[in-house]
């Protein structure tokens, strides 16, 4: 079954430092999010992104948070200048657009120091 | 405005019973909902879906059902095995298949031998 692959699944930074989490959708899938949990608390939209450009934006993703598919296949979510509360669980998520249903990754746990 | 909110946050059940997750919704806009498994360090995995022009949806094991009415929806798993536990989240999407979907807080699940 085609999956959302996510990368590196554990990331630790100092605070301040810039990061960057890495995707890769389902490949025929036209529409990608990033979706985040605070360590026992709900899952939390931020954005989600369509023609390569974001087509809708949550409070979070302020401006130290961008988005950008480089190329065909990977989706990344950049923190410029992370902060504690940036600690989390990261998820990217995409839908083919045909059919509802989201695909989710296994997360990314962001560890600000 | 967009809220789902669950009425239980933990919930333990003898293997081999039945188990009912609910959750109640606020927006009657609201046409899709979704219920997603969410194992230790894993990304949600979801179970099955429930458009609002039906009110019950079963699958594997699992049925959905849904009250437009007083804005409830709920899980019921049968036969409930020991991978059965995890955390139940309850979300909704109000538009098009690509618009975000909004979780619900989740509610715990034990399944005690």
């Known amino acids: 079954e085609p999956e959302v692959t996510q990368t590196p699944s554990h990331q630790v930074t100092q605070m301040g430092q810039e990061v960057i989490l890495r995707c890769v959708p389902i490949?025929?899938?036209?529409?990608f999010y990033w979706y985040r949990q605070i360590l026992g608390q709900k899952v939390e939209f931020l954005v989600s992104?369509?023609?390569?450009?974001?087509?809708?934006k949550s409070e979070i993703f302020d401006d130290q948070f961008s988005v950008e598919r480089p190329d065909g296949s990977n989706f990344t979510l950049k923190i410029r200048s992370t902060k504690l509360e940036d600690s989390a669980m990261y998820f990217c998520?995409?839908?083919?657009?045909?059919?509802?249903?989201?695909?989710f990754g296994s997360g990314t746990r962001l560890t600000v120091v | 405005g967009e809220s789902v909110g669950l009425h239980l946050p933990t919930l333990s059940v003898q293997e081999g019973d039945n188990s009912i997750i609910n959750c109640a919704y606020s927006?009657?806009?609201?046409?899709?909902f979704i219920w997603y498994k969410q194992e230790s360090g894993k990304g949600p995995q979801f179970i099955i879906d429930?458009?609002?022009?039906?009110d019950k949806r079963q699958g594997q094991r699992v049925t959905v059902l849904l009250n437009k009415t007083v804005k409830h929806l709920s899980l019921q798993i049968a036969a409930t095995q020991p991978g059965d536990s995890a955390v139940y989240f309850c979300?909704?999407?109000?538009?098009?298949?690509?618009?975000?979907?909004?979780f619900g807080k989740g509610t715990r699940l034990h399944i005690l031998p």
């Open positions: 998520a995409s839908v083919s657009g045909q059919s509802y249903g989201y695909t």
């Open positions: 490949s025929n899938h036209l529409y």
């Open positions: 992104f369509y023609n390569n450009e974001i087509s809708e």
């Open positions: 927006n009657s806009a609201s046409d899709y």
């Open positions: 429930i458009r609002s022009n039906m």
């Open positions: 979300a909704e999407n109000v538009g098009n298949r690509d618009d975000k979907i909004i």
